[in-house]
């Protein structure tokens, strides 16, 4: 167990709803809920003259998914609004400044999975929509299946009235100077990963008790056409149910995929550990398996929370209860109250 002590995430513990219930409380799911919505802007290095703006985007993100809590909405409403926004915000690398494959062109990958049905949705390598977050939720509920990608997706994105837009419009200065960057010979794309635009993801619980996650990239820079990463695998870049929990990971795709690491955290928490000593688990089964580092939110259906991160930093931020609590180095948590400006 010595491996989880290596791990530097946010500051222990961020437990704020109830205790983990027992088998007999669960069927009273729903009494004393504390509906929250956790999100992240990736385990990257966020360069200093955007960590600000980083922070405010993650914390305008959880904000507004918890005022869609508030006024109803489901949890699925809630992650999906809050990926929107940052798929919205060129600071992130999904949808609009999304990091570019190796020809220099946008390919984007999301999920969403809701915890109450065990539905899922997800597209890949998307090139020609401004939110692909929106379009995994349409082919959850819309189709028959659970997956679209590439041209299938787009199309079925025309057939639905999803706007399509233009490859220039996703694509910003920075992320082509990223490119740029990661064409010489000697560039190591998977390093430079930790220092990119970060996908994002979100997780929550409504006041019924129902969780979902949602997951948004543009993958890994420089990545080869058509390479598909962790984000839209259900059980990788994301999973849900309302018997464990909910989580949305980020990190090398490759890596997360080969440990399934959102199904392997809420595996733990299936076994009575609560959201954040699963997620550290996880994450130290990633480091000491395969060498890799990543990062994760996870929510169990009472409204515990936590942020946990093996990179050195992860933006991330939660709105529970009127408080906002937000954080991007190792073991910081800042807390405000919703009525305090920023
Ligand atoms: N997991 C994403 C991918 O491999 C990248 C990231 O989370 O930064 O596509």
């Given at each position: 167990m010595s491996s989880i002590k290596t791990i530097s995430s946010a500051e222990p513990p961020q437990v704020l709803g109830k205790d983990k219930t027992t088998p007999d409380e669960t069927q009273h799911r729903g009494a004393g809920m504390m509906p929250v919505v956790v999100v992240h802007g990736g385990a990257v290095q966020v360069p200093e003259e955007r960590a600000e703006i980083t922070i405010s985007g993650v914390c305008s993100a959880a904000r507004s998914g918890y005022l869609v809590l508030e006024e109803g909405g489901s949890s699925?409403?809630?992650?999906?609004?809050?990926?929107?926004?940052?798929?919205?915000?060129?600071?992130?690398?999904?949808?609009?400044?999304?990091?570019?494959?190796?020809?220099?062109?946008?390919?984007?990958?999301?999920?969403?999975?809701?915890?109450?049905?065990?539905?899922?949705?997800?597209?890949?390598?998307?090139?020609?929509?401004?939110?692909?977050?929106?379009?995994?939720?349409?082919?959850?509920?819309?189709?028959?299946?659970?997956?679209?990608?590439?041209?299938?997706?787009?199309?079925?994105?025309?057939?639905?009235?999803?706007?399509?837009?233009?490859?220039?419009?996703?694509?910003?200065?920075?992320?082509?100077?990223?490119?740029?960057?990661?064409?010489?010979?000697?560039?190591?794309?998977?390093?430079?990963?930790?220092?990119?635009?970060?996908?994002?993801?979100?997780?929550?619980?409504d006041k019924d008790g129902n969780v979902a996650c949602a997951t948004s990239t543009g993958?890994?820079?420089?990545?080869?056409?058509?390479?598909?990463?962790?984000?839209?695998?259900?059980?990788?870049?994301?999973?849900?149910?309302?018997?464990?929990?909910?989580?949305?990971?980020?990190?090398?795709?490759?890596?997360?995929?080969?440990?399934?690491?959102?199904?392997?955290?809420?595996?733990?928490?299936?076994?009575?550990?609560?959201?954040?000593?699963?997620?550290?688990?996880?994450?130290?089964?990633l480091k000491s398996r395969l060498g890799a580092l990543g990062g994760v939110v996870t929510v169990d259906p009472q409204g515990n929370w936590t942020s946990r991160f093996s990179t050195q930093q992860m933006p991330w931020a939660a709105a529970q209860n009127d408080t906002l609590h937000y954080g991007l180095n190792s073991g910081e948590h800042f807390r405000r109250s919703f009525s305090e400006q920023h």
């Open positions: 699925l409403d809630a992650v999906v609004e809050a990926v929107v926004q940052m798929e919205n915000s060129p600071y992130f690398s999904a949808g609009c400044g999304s990091v570019l494959n190796v020809k220099g062109e946008v390919e984007m990958d999301a999920i969403v999975m809701d915890g109450k049905t065990l539905g899922s949705g997800s597209v890949s390598a998307v090139r020609d929509i401004a939110n692909p977050v929106q379009l995994a939720r349409l082919v959850m509920e819309k189709t028959s299946h659970a997956f679209l990608t590439a041209e299938g997706a787009s199309k079925f994105a025309r057939s639905v009235g999803v706007p399509e837009v233009s490859q220039e419009s996703l694509i910003t200065e920075y992320s082509r100077m990223f490119w740029k960057k990661n064409l010489v010979p000697d560039a190591n794309p998977v390093e430079c990963q930790m220092e990119k635009m970060g996908t994002v993801g979100a997780v929550a619980v993958g890994m820079p420089n990545k080869m056409e058509g390479r598909v990463g962790d984000t839209p695998c259900v059980g990788s870049g994301g999973y849900a149910d309302n018997q464990s929990g909910a989580v949305s990971a980020t990190g090398h795709g490759e890596a997360n995929m080969r440990v399934t690491l959102s199904r392997l955290i809420l595996f733990h928490m299936e076994q009575g550990q609560s959201a954040e000593a699963a997620s550290d688990l996880g994450l130290a089964y």
